[in-house]
């Protein structure tokens, strides 16, 4: 499937995108942002891949078996847990403007501000 | 086409469905029930590309503190909703 | 403008977004082939320099250990600035209105969720635990330890003893241990400055591969970086619990 792999981060970016742009509610806002984030894990981890390895542990296989590419996990595996936490401010970031002016929905605000 | 790459396809066809789900239910408290399902999806995702490492993370994250933050956000949003009479002014 | 012509106009953006995309994907290796030589290189050599046999975990706190570092300050400044948005939130408790009518009272939670959500506390505990011991030989570490650590509180708030954890006043206790870890990680980051080659040398003895003390400085960080996201993601859960919890007692 060569190439076509790769589609799904550019769904999952388009999608999640949508998402964005249509929302009438912060909150669903949010959780439409972690879609689009989640686009970029998809695609570190598929450019780390090789058919036919293990993964990068090697405690009951020996070193030289074929293994994927450990760098790239790493680098989602940190953000995946940094993630929650910037979506839990993101999340209290909404509650202030819900504070504020009584509305999580974003044209509300806008006309509000306006 | 061997039984890895049967079962990728099969669950990346799940990980595309499961967020077109996310982002067309609009009542975030049904969304975050989707939201929990997608994030458990991509975590079997990334177990099949031989990311146990970060499944492990992903699975937890998704399917217990992701919800449970959007749960208690939208609690506090309705109860202040409720107190000051339908909320919007 | 227009609603409508806004609608056409992100069409269009997504729709030209996704195809550049898909040119520019094409430009990458086929999924599953080629691989770079620093994985390759890494891969190879990682578990004999490190004794480490979760690669993934010497990449993390030792190969790369600088980007962690800056996640790690990233986690840290997300969690104050949760802890100050939603604190100054706090003061809504005095104005609660008494008149709660008797139908609007919230269901209590079922003894079969109370009993269940008690019962797995000490194993999501065990299991926490065990991940982040562990993180240098099979898979896990202090990030996914952590989360799992944190999933303890909020069990213990489905089964009803919210008000245990409350009587505890866990909070600066919270803040106290994120602290240690995040500071803690920059010590034991610039030590390995002050006694090997660089900010986040190796500088301890690598011991015997495959135990739990294995890989030198790595089952510190882990350490480390647990406590730190075991407390930083409680504390976030407590801040939004104290919210709801505001409310709901009134």
């Given at each position: 499937m060569?190439?076509v792999a790769?589609?799904l981060t550019?769904w999952?970016f388009?999608?999640g995108?949508?998402?964005v742009?249509?929302?009438?509610?912060?909150?669903?806002?949010?959780?439409?942002?972690?879609?689009?984030?989640?686009?970029?894990?998809?695609?570190?981890?598929?450019?780390?891949?090789?058919h036919?390895?293990?993964?990068?542990?090697?405690?009951?296989?020996p070193?030289g078996?074929?293994?994927v590419?450990?760098?790239?996990?790493?680098?989602?595996?940190?953000d995946?847990?940094?993630?929650?936490v910037?979506?839990?401010?993101?999340?209290?970031?909404?509650?202030q403007a819900?504070?504020?002016?009584?509305?999580?929905?974003?044209?509300?605000?806008?006309?509000?501000?306006? | 086409m061997?039984?890895?790459?049967?079962?990728q396809?099969?669950v990346?066809?799940l990980v595309?469905?499961?967020?077109?789900?996310?982002?067309l239910?609009?009542?975030?408290?049904?969304q975050?029930?989707?939201?929990?399902?997608?994030?458990?999806v991509?975590?079997v995702l990334?177990?099949?590309?031989?990311?146990?490492d970060v499944?492990?993370?992903?699975i937890?994250?998704?399917?217990?503190?992701?919800?449970?933050m959007?749960?208690f956000t939208?609690?506090?949003?309705r109860?202040?909703?409720?107190?000051?009479?339908?909320?919007?002014r | 403008?227009t609603?409508?012509?806004?609608f056409?106009?992100?069409?269009?953006?997504?729709?030209?977004?996704a195809?550049?995309?898909?040119?520019?994907?094409?430009g990458?290796?086929?999924?599953g082939?080629?691989?770079s030589?620093?994985?390759?290189?890494?891969?190879?050599?990682?578990?004999?320099?490190?004794?480490?046999?979760?690669?993934?975990s010497?990449?993390?706190?030792?190969?790369?250990?600088?980007?962690?570092?800056?996640?790690?300050f990233i986690?840290?400044?997300?969690?104050m600035?949760v802890?100050?948005?939603?604190?100054?939130?706090?003061?809504?408790?005095d104005?609660?209105?008494?008149?709660?009518a008797?139908?609007?009272?919230a269901?209590d939670?079922?003894?079969?969720?109370r009993?269940?959500?008690?019962?797995?506390?000490?194993?999501?505990?065990l299991?926490?635990?065990?991940?982040?011991?562990?993180g240098?030989?099979?898979?896990?570490?202090?990030?996914q330890?952590?989360?799992?650590?944190?999933?303890?509180?909020?069990?213990?708030?489905?089964s009803?003893?919210?008000?245990l954890?409350?009587?505890?006043h866990?909070?600066?206790?919270?803040?106290?241990t994120?602290?240690?870890?995040?500071?803690?990680f920059?010590?034991?980051?610039?030590?390995?400055?002050?006694?090997?080659?660089?900010?986040?040398?190796?500088?301890?003895?690598?011991?015997q591969m495959?135990?739990?003390?294995s890989?030198?400085t790595l089952?510190?960080?882990?350490?480390?970086v647990?406590l730190?996201?075991?407390?930083?993601?409680?504390?976030v859960l407590y801040?939004?619990l104290e919210?709801?919890l505001?409310?709901?007692?009134?």
């Open positions: 060569s190439h790769y589609w550019v999952l388009a999608v995108l949508y998402g742009v249509t929302s009438r509610n912060y909150v669903h806002m949010i959780m439409c942002l972690s879609v689009v984030q989640s686009s970029t894990y998809v695609l570190i981890l598929e450019v780390g891949y090789r036919g390895s293990t993964a990068p542990i090697f405690l009951d296989v070193v078996t074929p293994a590419d450990p760098v790239v996990q790493s680098l989602v595996l940190t995946v847990v940094v993630g929650v910037v979506g839990a401010l993101l999340l209290s970031l909404a509650l819900h504070k504020r002016t009584g509305t999580l929905d974003p044209h509300d605000l806008r006309t509000l501000v306006g | 061997n039984a890895a790459g049967a079962v396809i099969v990346m066809t595309a469905g499961f967020a077109l789900g996310v982002v239910t609009r009542e975030p408290l049904h975050a029930i989707v939201f929990a399902l997608f994030g458990l991509l975590g990334f177990l099949v590309v031989q990311a146990p499944a492990l993370s992903q937890v994250v998704g399917a217990v503190a992701w919800p449970a959007v749960l939208l609690a506090k949003a109860e202040r909703e409720r107190r000051n009479g339908r909320g919007r | 403008m609603t409508r012509a806004r056409v106009l992100m069409a269009a953006g997504i729709a030209g977004l195809a550049l995309l898909v040119w520019g994907t094409g990458l290796q086929p999924f082939h080629g691989q030589k620093y994985a390759a290189y890494l891969n190879a050599n990682a578990v004999h320099q490190r004794h480490a046999t979760n690669v993934v010497a990449v993390t706190f030792d190969y790369r250990g600088f980007d962690t570092l800056g996640e790690e986690l840290f400044a997300a969690v600035g802890t100050l948005l939603l604190r100054s939130q706090l003061d809504e408790r104005d609660a209105p008494r008149d709660r008797e139908g609007r009272r269901v939670t079922s003894d079969a969720v009993v269940a959500a008690l019962g797995l506390i000490g194993p999501s505990v299991l926490g635990l065990y991940v982040v011991a562990h240098t030989i099979t898979p896990g570490g202090g990030f330890g952590g989360v799992v650590l944190a999933a303890a509180p909020l069990l213990l708030y489905l009803g003893r919210y008000l954890l409350k009587s505890v866990p909070m600066h206790a919270l803040d106290l994120e602290g240690t870890g995040a500071g803690g920059t010590v034991v980051a610039l030590t390995g400055a002050a006694v090997g080659s660089a900010v986040m040398a190796n500088f301890i003895g690598k011991g495959g135990s739990v003390f890989g030198g089952p510190v960080f882990n350490v480390l647990g730190e996201v075991a407390a930083g993601l409680t504390l801040e939004f919210q709801t505001v409310v709901r007692r009134s």
